[in-house]
Every structure is written in structure tokens, then in C-alpha cells.
């Protein structure tokens, strides 16, 4: 038990060297990546609607010569909406 106790440590510093060493091969570079955001894609309540995403790279945007470019997966621009109330006649 005491020899298990004492190889626990090493063993799960192994396991934490393993994965970034492999993340870093190849030529790929992953310092930009977050993990944030919810758990849920879309969760509503009352008169508000929150939409999440969990995993997304940490995008930012990019301009430059009259062209923009938003990264990640709600890179959508937003749209302007016009409330246009009715006229209710009653006859």
C-alpha cells in the first residue's frame, strides 16, 4: 500500500506531462485555446434568452483593408431589428 501511495504521485504527473507534450508537437500552436463558456447551448427563461458555448477557441477579431474577420463558432453579426407596433381597428 505504502509503495502504491508513493508511485500515485509520479504516475499522475505523467499523466498531466503526456497530453501537453502531445499538443505541442507537429507545428501546432494551442495557446489561444480557453475553455469557457456554459454547459448548455441555449437556455431561456422569462423574456431573455442566453445561448453558450463550451470548448471555443478564444477568437478575436480581425480587420484590415474594409474587411473583418470574427473567429469562432457565434461569429455572425448581429442584425438591427425594427418594431413596428399594429393598429388595432375595431369595425
Not at 509520479?10 to 480557453?34: E, F, T
Not at 437556455?43 to 458555448?53: H, I, P
Not at 453579426?77 to 413596428?84: D, L, Q
Amino acid at each position: 500500500m505504502k509503495r502504491l501511495l508513493h508511485l500515485l504521485p509520479v504516475i499522475l504527473l505523467m499523466l498531466m506531462i503526456v497530453p501537453s507534450s502531445g499538443a505541442q508537437s507537429g507545428g501546432y500552436d494551442l495557446s489561444w485555446n480557453v475553455v469557457a463558456g456554459g454547459g448548455t447551448t441555449f437556455s431561456t427563461g422569462e423574456d431573455y434568452t442566453l445561448g453558450a458555448t463550451i470548448g471555443q477557441a478564444a477568437a478575436n477579431s480581425l480587420s484590415g483593408g474594409g474587411y473583418t474577420l470574427n473567429g469562432g463558432f457565434w461569429n455572425g453579426t448581429m442584425a438591427s431589428y425594427n418594431i413596428y407596433l399594429p393598429i388595432v381597428l375595431r369595425g
